[in-house]
């Protein structure tokens, strides 16, 4: 069965750091384009990161510098290093497959359940 | 980062409306955008991807058109389990950004 099950969040000081965890189940993390995507409360849904053909990373502007994306073929995880924290990372946050279906085209299929993560003194 | 400009922010509806939503790109993007739904406390669900191509499983009243800067999702007869919210998502390049969202109901 293809699942991601999310871990890691919790409450974190600002400033603090904290590690998300995605275990993927049915298919394999270094085969896959794998996101994070957030969503504060009460707001939309923010893209932060992706990492792709064991090596290929991008970041949004908002995290670039703060944040660091990994996986690990061995235990099939992704991971979500977070530090520098701040009251606008509060969000419940998400990992995600990015599918590609063929000639150019994308869509992101499966997601996690998400976990929450709350950055407040 | 291409901005994606999403309208309505939301809209009232009844069962068996005709929906539509559109998603203005602030640059080309070919057909590289993909629509979402999402229920309050779940995680999102893809709905269209490239622009027209329905997902596994999704119902046929739900349709994508458009190209280049503007795109629209049309859900031809509004169902009770249609009342969500909804998001576009562009691909094209990264960073992938995502609409403001349009909560239906």
């Known amino acids: 069965e293809v699942q991601l099950v999310e871990s890691g969040g919790g409450l974190v000081q600002p400033g603090g750091s904290l590690r998300l965890s995605c275990a993927v189940s049915g298919f394999t993390v270094s085969g896959s384009y794998m996101n994070w995507v957030r969503q504060a409360p009460g707001k939309g849904l923010e893209w932060l990161s992706v990492i792709y053909r064991g090596g290929s990373i991008y970041y949004a502007d908002s995290v670039k510098g703060r944040f660091a994306i990994s996986g690990d073929n061995s235990k099939n995880t992704l991971y979500l290093q977070m530090s520098s924290l701040r009251a606008e990372d509060t969000a419940v946050y998400y990992c995600?497959?990015?599918?590609?279906?063929?000639?150019?085209?994308?869509?992101?299929?499966?997601w996690g359940q998400g976990t929450t993560v709350t950055v407040s003194s | 980062a291409i901005q994606m400009t999403q309208s309505p922010s939301s809209l009232s509806a009844s069962v068996g409306d005709r929906v539509t939503i559109t998603c203005r790109a602030s640059?080309?993007?070919?057909?590289?955008l993909g629509w979402y739904q999402q229920n309050p406390g779940k995680a999102p669900k893809l709905l269209i991807y490239?622009?027209?191509r329905l997902q596994s499983g999704v119902p046929s009243r739900f349709s994508g058109s458009g190209s280049g800067t503007e795109f629209t999702l049309t859900i031809s007869s509004l169902q009770p389990e249609d009342f969500a919210a909804y998001y576009c998502l562009q691909d094209h390049n990264y960073p992938l950004t995502f609409g403001g969202g349009t909560k239906v109901g």
């Open positions: 995600a497959r990015r599918n590609y279906y063929g000639s150019g085209t994308y869509g992101i299929d499966v």
């Open positions: 640059q080309d993007i070919r057909n590289d």
């Open positions: 490239a622009t027209s």
